[in-house]
């Protein structure tokens, strides 16, 4: 089943056109990566779909159409979006954080339950539960975005770039992370990356754009061996 399709998308900063006329779709449960150099657009596509960025084109989501909504009525809907250098709020404590990313939700006993879970699922925040946000590290920030996505109870989960200055243990962390959020919680995932190997080996589809346009889309595990690709666009 679809649970993302997004028509003919585009988007402009003023004069400046980032995305032109994208198509894809994302299947219910469906790990999709979306891989491009510096610049090439791909967190403009996820603020396009959170609502965050202005576009032209259709995006309907689990039935519904989108493109007229605000982003807080996409997040209810069920689109989770872990920005670009990960957004957590630095003042408030890892626990704070969580309850802020179950706003949307009402029923304080089922978020008490959603803590407990992810606090399962991500150790470490447990143990840093009563610290500061922003006296964590860079990969328990980045933790930290994961789980706040996943307590507005989200469909779909988008991150972008969730690598970025991190060590490659703790991106591998992650990486098991959405993993087991993929194939144990069955969450439907796009994630933005520009360590397109890594990324390749854990996801189920692959998109590629380039300047604006989605050039090439294919299984991922095919995009992981062929040449062609990763040479004219992601620069491997
Ligand atoms: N706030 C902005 N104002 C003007 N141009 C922007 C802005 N943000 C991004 N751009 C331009 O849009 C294009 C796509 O950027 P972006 O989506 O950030 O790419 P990526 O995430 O793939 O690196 C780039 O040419 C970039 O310079
Ligand atoms: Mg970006």
Redesign the pocket.
């Known amino acids: 089943m679809t649970l993302l399709d997004v028509r003919g998308l585009s988007a402009s900063?003023?004069k400046?056109q980032?995305?032109f006329d994208c198509s894809f779709s994302v299947g219910d449960g469906e790990f999709v990566a979306l891989l491009?150099?510096?610049?090439?657009?791909?967190?403009?596509?996820?603020?396009a779909l959170s609502g965050i960025a202005r576009s032209s084109g259709t995006i309907s989501f689990d039935g519904q159409r989108l493109d007229a909504r605000p982003p807080e009525e996409r997040l209810r809907l069920g689109i989770a979006h872990v920005p670009?250098g990960r957004g957590t709020f630095a003042e408030f404590t890892v626990d704070e954080n969580l309850s802020l990313g179950a706003i949307t939700l009402s029923d304080a006993a089922q978020v008490r339950r959603d803590k407990e879970r992810w606090y399962q699922t991500f150790p470490r925040l447990r143990e840093r539960r009563n610290r500061l946000a922003g006296n964590l590290s860079g990969g328990e920030q980045q933790m930290l975005a994961v789980a706040r996505a996943l307590m507005s109870r989200p469909k779909l989960l988008m991150c972008?770039?969730p690598s970025l200055g991190l060590a490659p243990a703790i991106t591998a962390e992650i990486f098991e992370i959405f993993k087991d959020l993929h194939k144990r919680h069955r969450m439907t995932l796009l994630v933005?990356e520009?360590n397109a190997d890594l990324t390749l080996q854990f996801a189920d589809t692959a998109f590629v754009?380039e300047?604006?346009h989605i050039v090439a889309t294919s299984p991922a595990h095919e995009m992981l061996h062929n040449q062609d690709i990763q040479k004219s666009y992601l620069g491997v």
């Open positions: 900063y003023g400046v980032a995305l491009g150099a510096n610049g090439a657009g791909k967190t403009t596509m996820l603020r670009q972008d770039e933005v520009q754009i300047t604006g």
